[in-house]
């Protein structure tokens, strides 16, 4: 399954901007568990958001009421809100979501977990 990220881009202290993710395979797929990660220069690779399988949202504390994840399932894309943005949120931006898919000519079906690209956010104070 591939991952497209996009709507990253340079915003001011303050405003607000909302990232895509869109899926999509030419195999039938399902998509059970989706969440942005982020990544600073010099810095490890972060949880931001999560839906969980279980249909649960977690966020990470920086990012608790400023932020909003959000699923399609007709579309398979995921969206993450954001709000309030500070200078500390600048990073390269990853979408992840895994699954199930149905690769042609299988006859079950296998788990996935896919990277989009990365979409990079840059905050000026």
């Known amino acids: 399954v591939q991952l497209q990220a996009s709507g990253g881009g340079l915003v001011r202290a303050g405003g607000s901007l909302r990232l895509s993710c869109a899926a999509s395979s030419r195999s039938m797929f399902r998509i059970t568990a989706v969440a942005w990660y982020r990544q600073a220069p010099g810095t490890q690779r972060e949880l931001v958001a999560e839906?969980?399988?279980?249909?649960?949202?977690n966020y990470v504390d920086s990012v608790k009421g400023r932020f909003t994840i959000s699923r399609d399932n007709a579309k398979n894309t995921v969206d993450l809100q954001m709000n309030s943005l500070k200078p500390e949120d600048t990073a390269v931006y990853f979408c992840?979501?895994?699954?199930?898919?149905?690769?042609?000519?299988?006859?079950?079906?296998?788990?996935?977990?896919?990277w989009g690209q990365g979409t990079q956010l840059t905050v000026s104070s």
């Open positions: 992840n979501a895994e699954g199930t898919i149905m690769l042609i000519a299988a006859t079950r079906t296998q788990d996935f977990n896919s």
């Open positions: 839906i969980t399988r279980g249909g649960n949202i």
